[in-house]
């Protein structure tokens, strides 16, 4: 009776683990730690559009950010060499808050002061910065392949910070 007991107890764990990998997740749509990210389109600096949902099975950081915002500008060449260093594993979609801005020229004159070439989304009216309730600058989000919201990270991140929380997802 216990044998049976226990290969029944094996075989539902098996089971539940297999349709755990093969199911997709039914995590609930927020912007907290374990939800999965809401969905967005956003035009690129290029002129392209661009949406989280197309990012789907790969690693994502967002990074919120302005121009006039120390911080934002400190942190900018460490994820650089993160995009240089992941290539196409990590997508890094940088949302600049540009209704903040000047001009859009503003946008453009830092992204070539700093050589930046990971895709730079831009924010016009803010409706993303509002919806990933976001109060202060830079705010990142870490989201997985499956979506889901990893790490949200207030502040400048290092190099460091942002290789460890990339390889922990």
């Known amino acids: 009776m216990k044998k049976i007991l226990a290969i029944s107890i094996l075989v539902f764990?098996?089971?539940?683990?297999?349709?755990?990998?093969?199911?997709?997740?039914n995590a609930k749509v927020g912007?907290?730690?374990?939800?999965?990210?809401?969905?967005?389109?956003?035009?690129?600096?290029?002129?392209?559009?661009?949406?989280?949902?197309d990012l789907k099975g790969k690693k994502v950081l967002v990074n919120f950010w302005a121009t006039w915002c120390p911080p934002c500008r400190s942190e900018m060449p460490d994820m650089q060499q993160i995009y240089d260093e992941y290539d196409d594993d990590v997508v890094i979609a940088a949302v600049n808050?540009?209704?903040?801005?000047?001009?859009?020229?503003?946008?453009?004159?830092?992204?070539?002061?700093?050589?930046?070439?990971?895709?730079i989304l831009l924010d016009e009216k803010g409706k993303v910065n509002n919806e990933y309730e976001v109060l202060s600058?830079?705010?990142?989000?870490?989201?997985?392949?499956?979506?889901?919201?990893?790490?949200?990270?207030?502040?400048?991140?290092?190099y460091d910070q942002m290789k460890k929380l990339i390889d922990d997802m």
């Open 97 to 119: 808050l540009t209704s903040s801005e000047s001009s859009i020229d503003t946008v453009e004159s830092f992204v070539n002061e700093l050589s930046l070439t990971f895709p």
């Open 31 to 53: 912007v907290t730690e374990g939800n999965a990210a809401p969905d967005f389109e956003l035009t690129t600096l290029d002129g392209e559009k661009m949406s989280l949902s």
């Open 137 to 158: 600058y830079p705010t990142s989000y870490f989201i997985d392949e499956e979506g889901i919201i990893k790490t949200k990270f207030v502040g400048a991140l290092s």
């Open 13 to 25: 764990l098996i089971g539940y683990a297999i349709y755990n990998t093969v199911m997709p997740s």
